[in-house]
């Protein structure tokens, strides 16, 4: 019975051992141990046009993400109500369908990054923001930043 328990402990020390060298995490930074991984999404948040501008294009917006305590390679899935035109991994360029909205109106997009780290066998976040696309009337292009 002793001998059939002495070699039980090693053989689960060794599998510990394997389990831990394959999934183990641990940061250059001791100070990041106890925090939460996190994803930042930057971008065009609120757009401003002409209801003239609204009527003849789509609008378009860039978005990126900023990863603080997460392992590259990340995996991420962008989700959002509009036209993707161009993504990466970091970034994502949207074209939003805004004709027929009168001025006045206000659209709001809802915009999502699924973000997984360590190439999809890490931790999951998402993070959400909400896109405004306000559509103001033509006389008021004095206050665009890209009017002429």
């Known amino acids: 019975m002793n001998r059939t328990l002495a070699n039980v402990k090693p053989a689960q020390s060794q599998s510990t051992h394997a389990l831990l060298d394959s999934i183990a995490y641990f940061p250059d930074d001791p100070g990041k141990i106890n925090s939460e991984p996190k ?7 609120r ?6 501008y609204a009527g003849g294009r789509p609008v378009r917006g860039r978005y990126t993400i ?12 962008w ?18 369908d805004v004709r027929g909205t009168p001025a006045g109106e206000t ?13 999809g066998q890490g931790c999951i976040v998402h993070s959400s923001v909400f896109v405004q696309i306000f559509v103001v009337t033509d006389d008021l292009t004095s206050d665009l930043p890209f009017a002429q």
């Open 39 to 45: 994803v930042l999404i930057k971008g065009d948040i």
């Open 47 to 52: 757009l401003r046009v002409t209801e003239s």
């Open 66 to 77: 900023e990863t603080e305590g997460m392992q590259e390679p990340l995996h991420v899935i």
């Open 79 to 96: 989700m959002i109500e509009g036209n993707v035109l161009n993504h990466t991994v970091h970034c994502i360029e949207v074209a939003f």
């Open 107 to 119: 659209l709001t997009r809802l915009l999502t990054a699924q973000v997984t780290d360590r190439n």
